[in-house]
Structure formats: structure tokens, C-alpha cells
């Protein structure tokens, strides 16, 4: 009787793989870019990934694997390759396809006509891409590099508001008698689309707040950057959980914009962190941070943190609140709150190429600081960087209380009495001071192709008439800058300079029988320049250049670094600095810093990993830097 089902299953048996029997395919005579193209052509879907390749297939495997070589070499410009095939059975039933290949000579290009008309024409990205044409008079007519320059054309006009760009003209002629070839490309960039309207949907901010967000006007021209500088931005406040940004081409306007529909979504208002860390320079770190926002529907926000640090058993307090000017764009009001308490130590050197310093004196310092400001953002270059400036009134209350030590610890028959001095190490200072803080950030790229600069300054002035104990003014500038040369090669730059005009008083002690000076500023703790540490005079401990530790009236730091990718994530570098904090102009003795580095531009943002040596220090010790981040920030 028959059964069907024996009958469904010797059927399957007979159709399935054997165990033995795979069929693979080497090719010989080519370098590895033609080599893994002819591999990725060759078919082998007729016979199975593991099939049975019986004697009469043999001539329809050599001929098959021949066509789809000849078809894998054509894009890279070899038309009249030699192709001979053997196809090798081993005892295991196995079969190995052989291809031995002699590209022959390639087609190169006789001539070459492509340009760019329309509006655009004389972009300065799309002028780029014409210059940099690979594809020259006498090259291998390789078509994937083609393929792909028209891709990143389209691209470039699309990022720059282009967005009807097409290729009127993409015509390849070839002579095969000669082995050359003819190409014509015209591109045609079409009209620039411009910025049309924003809509938001999804949230309760009050009107008047949103709408100054993108660095964009309503008919601005249109830039795929400043489309994801809007994203960005509206992330960067803190109000949304989920952003969406939805473009709407308008081609039938003069002239056709894009109109976009932001969606926005608020899930939760508060907001918590925290971090952990050590540093052979500052011992244990811990913070805690929390932050809501937005408060209300006026936008505002308040953010707190509190923190420790092992160095100098110092615990911080700091809270910032600031709330948008409704009506007025780009405008905030900002008040910021420090609470500071830390142990301090008075300290001297006997040699200022010395790194160990003698202690004098050891005492807390209390600081209390409110500072209150308008801040105004301004967009420049088309929205591609920005400018803050916040006039601001600001209050300083510090108490410190400084002991002299009964004996210095490097000589304990040794002790250190000076009425003067003890005077001036238990003060209670109060400085109200007005000012005005200024900053431009304009920053681009990503990983390593980050590249741009941020500079900022400052000037502000106590007065006794304001109802202040002290009185100074205070000027600060620096710039940090980055500029990226081809694919590999990088460059840091960064400077600072700051001038205190505040009274300086010198004490000359006597240590053991020998003299030594301290010189002792009245500006107040909270705004004294002190040097040192990763992200300044690398080499040195950190915040340890100063007049006796403590710090000083001004500041004068510089660095060089140039850095090389030696991989996708991963660079070198090498560096050179120079700095110090002091109080003597005539006198800086800047201190200089040399060392290496390796980066690794990892999903969390740049890791650096800096050997840094200290050239002004007797023995010319080495320090070890870990920091994350861009430099620029």
C-alpha cells in the first residue's frame, strides 16, 4: 500500500545535504581588495552551501565562475581579464573551485568633463568636492569611487539646503579596443531651500520661551547642521525626555523652504547623578548632583551639587537657578550659590625648584559666594557658534582661620612666630563686585574630527564703596583652540592670562636660621589663580603652582599638542607646557611641562591618558593624567 509519508521523507532524505560534499572557492593572482569582490560574486546558490558537485556540472561551475569574475572586475576597470579554472575533489567528497586570475591591463580615462551649474555651483563645500575629483586623466577607471563621489555630491548639497540636487549629466564611454575611457558628469544643485516654519506639540512651556531656540530665523538659508543644533539644543535644556524633529519639504514656495514639526515629551522633571573618582593629585572625589526642570511653564530650572574632595578635606555646596526672560530672546536671568568649607595649609618652599614645600600654618576657610546676572545668547556665523555675555553683581563672604604651627614638621625644634603674620591668617572679608563675563563657543565635528575654539573673559571690581572690606579688580582672558589637518593629523592649542590689581603683602621668616619669604595677597581665596593639573601645566601637581600654595594674583599659562590617529578610536600625542600663578610681574618664573599622551575616542566622548614631566623641578618627576573629554570644553 502506498504511503505518502515514507514517500515525503525519502524525498527529504534524498534532497538534503550530504555530510561531506561542501564546495568552496579560492582565487589566486589578485590583490585583496579584487580578491573578496570576485569571492562575494562567485554563485554557489545552485549547489547548497553543502552540496554533492557531480562530474557534469563541472563545465557549467567553470563557466559560471568565469562570467562572475570578468563581472566582479569591470567596476574597478579591468574589462579583458585572464581567467582559467580547476576544480579540485578531494576523498571527503568536498570540491574546491580554483580560480587563477591575470587582470590584464585596466581602462584609464582619456578624458574627463564634470562640473556643477545652479545656484549652488559655487558653494564652498560643493567647490570642495569638485576640486578634490579623483578621478583625473590617466587614472583606472575605478566605478565604485564613481558611484560613491556622486553619493557624497548628492550629500553635500542635501547638508547645505540643496535638497532638488541631481546629476543632469553621468555618462561613462569606454573604448575597449584602446582601454580607455571617456567620462562626463554635470551636476545640477537646483534652488537653496530656506527655513520655513517651526510648530511645537507635546509640552506646557509658556509662549515666548521655545521659539527662541533654534539658531535659525524664518528664511535663514537651510543647513542640515543647524537642524541637528536644534535637536541638540532643545535636549541640552532639560525640559524634554523625547525629541523629534519632522522636515516637511515645501517645493512649490518661492523660495521652497522646509517647515519642521518639532514633537516633544516631558516624562519626569527630576533629575539625579553622581560620580566617583580618584586622582593622585586631589585623592578620593564623590558629587552628587540633582536637577529639575523645567520647574514650571515658565522654563526655569534649578540644578544642585554637592561635593567632597580628599584634598584639602574640602566639601562643596553649589546650586545655580536661572529662568528664561519671557518676550525677550535668547535672555535669561542667572543667580548661582556656592557653599565651600575646606582645611588648608600655609605653605613654602626654600628652593623653588623644590616640589616639597615646609608647612607654616594650617587653618579652614569658610567661603560663601552669590553671583547674579543676566545672561544674553547671541547666534553667529549663521548659527554655527554662539556668544554669552552676562553683566552680573556678585557677593563674596569668606572666613578664614589660620594657626601657626608650633613647629615646622622638617625641623620640630623649630618654631614659627610672626604677630604680623598671625594677623593676616584669621580674617573675615566681605566683597561686593560688579562685572561683566563674556564667552564664544563654536565647536564642530565629532570624536576626532572635533575641531574649533572657545574663548572667554572676564573684568569685575570691588569697592570699598559698594560696601566692601577689600578692594581689586580683576581681568581674565584665555582661549582654547583645535584645528584638525587631513585624516590623521590634529592640533591643540590654549592660553590664559590673568591680572589682579590687589594689595601684596611680603613676610620675610626666619626658618632654622634661614630667611624665607611669603608672599601673601589680600584678594580673597575664591578668586586667586592657581596653576597645575591636567588641564593646565601638566607635569605638576594639581592647583600647586601658586605664591606658598594658597594662590595668587595673576596667571599666565600656554600648550602646544599635536596629535596623530593611528587607528579608527585611537591617537598619540605629544605635548609641550609652560605656566605659573604668581604675585610679581617682574618675577613670574614660569614653569614649564613636556610629556605624551594616548586618546580613545570611545562611545562616552575622548578619554585622555597623559605621562607628563615637570623640566623646573630638581629630579624632573613624571605625573599621570586621566581625563574625559573634549579639550575645547
Known amino acids: 500500500m502506498f504511503d505518502i509519508r515514507k514517500s515525503v521523507c525519502l524525498l527529504l532524505l534524498a534532497a538534503a545535504p550530504s555530510a561531506h560534499g561542501d564546495v568552496s572557492y579560492v582565487v589566486n593572482g589578485l590583490d585583496d581588495t579584487l580578491s573578496a569582490n570576485v569571492l562575494s560574486h562567485v554563485d554557489t546558490v545552485q549547489f547548497g552551501p553543502r552540496a554533492r558537485l557531480r562530474p557534469r556540472d563541472h563545465e557549467k561551475v567553470i563557466d559560471k565562475a568565469i562570467e562572475d569574475a570578468r563581472a566582479a572586475l569591470r567596476p574597478y576597470g579591468y574589462y579583458a581579464p585572464d ?149 541638540t539644543d532643545l535636549w541640552k535644556t532639560g525640559y524634554f525626555d523625547d525629541v523629534t524633529v519632522l522636515e516637511t519639504e515645501r517645493p512649490d514656495l518661492d523660495p521652497p523652504a522646509v517647515d519642521f514639526e518639532v514633537r516633544l515629551g516631558t516624562e519626569t522633571r527630576n533629575h539625579y547623578s553622581g560620580a566617583l573618582g580618584w586622582g593622585n593629585d586631589t585623592g578620593i572625589r564623590l558629587q552628587a548632583n540633582y536637577s529639575r526642570h523645567p520647574m514650571s511653564a515658565n522654563g526655569d530650572r534649578v540644578d544642585v551639587g554637592i561635593g567632597y574632595q580628599e584634598l584639602d578635606d574640602q566639601f562643596t555646596l553649589r546650586s545655580r537657578y536661572r529662568r528664561p526672560r519671557i518676550g525677550r530672546a535668547r535672555q535669561w536671568w542667572d543667580a548661582e550659590f556656592t557653599l565651600r568649607f575646606e582645611n588648608q595649609d600655609l605653605e613654602v618652599k626654600r628652593d623653588e625648584e623644590d616640589e616639597d614645600f615646609i608647612t607654616l600654618a594650617n587653618g579652614d576657610l569658610d567661603e560663601r559666594h552669590l553671583r ?19 553683566p552680573f553683581v556678585q557677593f563674596l563672604n569668606s572666613d578664614q582661620r589660620f594657626d601657626l604651627l608650633d613647629t615646622t614638621p622638617d625641623d620640630p625644634t623649630t618654631r614659627v612666630s610672626d604677630p604680623a603674620l598671625e594677623g593676616r591668617l584669621r580674617t573675615i572679608e566681605n566683597a561686593f563686585s560688579v562685572g561683566i563675563d ?110 606658598n600654595d594658597i594662590g595668587s594674583n595673576h596667571i599666565i599659562t600656554a600648550s602646544a599638542e599635536a596629535e596623530y590617529r593611528f587607528l579608527d578610536s585611537w591617537s598619540g600625542a605629544a605635548f609641550a607646557d609652560i605656566g605659573n600663578a604668581f604675585n610679581n610681574w617682574d618675577d613670574p618664573d614660569l614653569k614649564r611641562g613636556i610629556g605624551i599622551g594616548i586618546r580613545w575616542y570611545s562611545f562616552a566622548g575622548e578619554i585622555r591618558v597623559d605621562i607628563a614631566q615637570a623640566i623646573d623641578f630638581e629630579g624632573k618627576p613624571i605625573r599621570y593624567h586621566l581625563t574625559i573629554g573634549t579639550p575645547l570644553l
Open 83 to 231: 581567467i582559467s579554472v580547476r576544480i579540485i575533489e578531494k576523498q571527503d567528497r568536498s570540491a574546491i573551485v580554483e580560480l587563477t586570475v591575470e587582470a590584464g591591463p585596466p581602462i584609464r580615462i582619456a578624458s574627463v568633463d564634470v562640473g556643477a551649474v545652479g545656484p549652488g555651483a559655487t558653494d564652498r563645500l560643493i567647490s570642495a568636492w569638485l576640486r578634490a575629483w579623483p578621478l583625473g586623466e590617466g587614472a583606472v577607471l575605478d566605478q565604485t569611487i564613481w558611484e560613491n563621489q556622486k553619493q557624497v555630491a548628492i550629500e553635500t548639497a542635501n547638508s547645505r539646503g540643496y535638497l532638488a540636487a541631481e546629476f543632469t549629466e553621468h555618462v561613462i564611454e569606454l573604448d575597449l579596443e584602446e582601454n580607455t575611457a571617456t567620462i562626463a558628469l554635470m551636476f545640477d544643485t537646483g534652488p537653496r531651500y530656506v527655513m520655513g516654519d517651526v510648530a511645537y506639540s507635546g509640552h506646557a512651556i509658556k509662549p515666548g520661551i521655545l521659539e527662541y531656540i533654534p539658531r535659525f530665523e524664518k528664511g535663514d538659508p537651510y543647513t542640515a547642521r543647524l537642524v541637528s543644533r536644534l535637536r
Open 372 to 390: 547674579f546676572g543676566r545672561l544674553k545668547l547671541k547666534n553667529l556665523k549663521g548659527g554655527e557658534a554662539q556668544r554669552f555675555t552676562t
Open 438 to 547: 563674556y564667552e564664544v563657543v563654536d565647536v564642530q565635528g565629532r570624536a576626532f574630527e572635533t575641531f574649533g575654539r572657545r574663548d572667554r573673559a572676564w573684568i569685575f571690581h570691588s569697592d570699598k564703596a559698594f560696601g566692601s572690606t577689600v578692594e581689586f579688580t580683576q581681568f581674565y582672558a584665555a582661549t582654547r583652540r583645535s584645528y584638525v589637518l587631513g585624516d590623521r593629523l590634529k592640533f591643540h592649542v590654549r592660553g590664559e592670562v590673568g591680572y589682579t590689581d590687589a594689595v601684596v603683602d611680603q613676610f620675610e621668616l626666619d626658618i632654622g636660621g634661614q630667611p624665607l619669604n611669603l608672599s601673601f595677597t589680600t584678594l580673597p581665596n575664591f578668586y586667586r589663580f592657581k596653576a597645575g593639573g591636567s588641564m593646565s601645566v601638566r607635569g605638576y601637581g594639581f592647583e600647586r603652582l601658586s605664591n
